[in-house]
Structures are given as C-alpha cells and as structure tokens.
T-cell receptor, first 113, second 112 residues
C-alpha cells in the first residue's frame, strides 16, 4: 500500500445517499487517480488529476465527483446518480510523465444497503 | 478502439514450476508497459515495467518480455511459490502524459 491511505475499508450506501471515499498520499506525487473494479474484471478509470486544482473525467465518470484542493488528497464522492455503485474502489498516485508507475492504496469496498 | 487484453483468464501452476502470463496489446504506439500483482482484497502492487526500446527486463524471480512485432507482452515468474497466487494485470501507457490502460487480468493459482 505504500504511502497511500484509503478510508474507510468498507462502506455501505443507502438509496439516494451520497458517500465520500477518502484518499491521502504522502509520496509527494503530482498525479492521483480513482479506479473502479468489479468482480473478476480489470480496473476502469473514473477520474484523474494531474495537478492540484485540476482533474479530468476518465472512462466512467458519470455518477461520480472529485476534488483536488490539496496535493496529498483526492476524495471521491459516489452520488445518488450512480445507480450501480457496488464495487471495489482503488485510489492511486504517480509522478506522472513518461515512466508513470502508479502506486495503489488498499481499496474501499462499497456496497448498497 | 485500442485495448490491452490477456490470453488466459486462469493459470494453474505447480509450486516450483515457472509461470508465464501473456498479454496482447493493440496500440503499436505504446512505449511503456507495467505488470501489477493483486492479491485478494488488496490494491495492485507494482512488479516490473519495461519501455518499448527494450525486449527484456529482469527483476527478482520475474522477467518481462516485449515482442513489438506481434504486440505481445509476457511475465515470467521463476520457481513459482504459493505467495505468487494472485491476479496479474498488464497495463499500457495510453497517452503521452502517462495514463494507463489495464487489461482484464489473469488469475494465477499455485498448487502444491
């Protein structure tokens, strides 16, 4: 898990509720990412941020929102518009650029009540 | 569109044998690749990477081979151990900045 901390480890969402997943890194990385992983599948990019106060949509951004107010933090909000939120959510960070090794947190498992 | 994919979803290997995990990519312009290992319930862990100007790179018990002619990447694990049981993903740098595109993964099961 390195210097990337995700919390909580498990999260439950009620119908119509927004929930926020936390991601903090102490690696001094400029770039941060959020991925969604469904059972038996690969990682799909939700949002990414190359630098503080800037972020871009990934492949499956609908129903999610992010902010990047601090270099070390990149919280993800799963909104009520996301109708199928049950998944394993992974946060990563990297230096960015040509040799872009991304380092991952331990993940948050989100389930719907 | 361009994609990264794996040939085998599940690989069963006897302890002590060598493992070979394959990955096909379709973007001939990709210049950087990474292999990750993901144990159950955990985040992916970096194993090894390779630039497109190389054919082979070795790490501790692992070797990555890149064949640009057929757009194929493989990860070899020597003397596979029970702790190697995991899902292995290849990832391809999908743009000039460095965004990664991940394959679907291969489940490696090590049997005694």
């Amino acid at each position: 898990d390195g210097g990337i901390t995700q919390s909580p480890k498990y999260l439950f969402r009620k119908e119509g509720q927004n929930v926020t997943l936390s991601c903090e890194q102490n690696l001094n990385h400029d770039a941060m990412y959020w991925y969604r992983q469904d059972p038996g599948q690969g990682l799909r990019l939700i949002y990414y941020s190359q630098i503080v106060n800037d972020f871009q949509k990934g492949d499956i951004a609908e129903g999610y929102s992010v902010s990047r107010e601090k270099k070390e933090s990149f919280p993800l909000t799963v909104t009520s518009a996301q109708k199928n939120p049950t998944a394993f959510y992974l946060c990563a960070s990297s230096m960015g650029g040509g040799k872009n090794i991304q380092y991952f947190g331990a993940g948050t498992r989100l389930s719907v009540l | 569109g361009e994609s990264v994919g794996l040939h085998l979803p599940t690989l069963s290997v006897q302890e002590g044998d060598n493992s070979i995990i394959n990955c096909a990519y379709s973007n001939s312009a990709s210049d950087y690749f990474i292999w990750y290992k993901q144990e159950s319930g955990k985040g992916p862990q970096f194993i090894i990477d390779i630039r497109s100007n190389m054919d082979k790179r070795q790490g501790q018990r692992v070797t990555v081979l890149l064949n640009k002619t057929v757009k194929h990447l493989s990860l070899q694990i020597a003397a596979t151990q029970p702790g190697d049981s995991a899902v292995y993903f290849c990832a391809e740098k999908s743009d000039s900045w460095g965004k990664l595109q991940f394959g679907a993964g291969t489940q490696v099961v090590v049997t005694p």
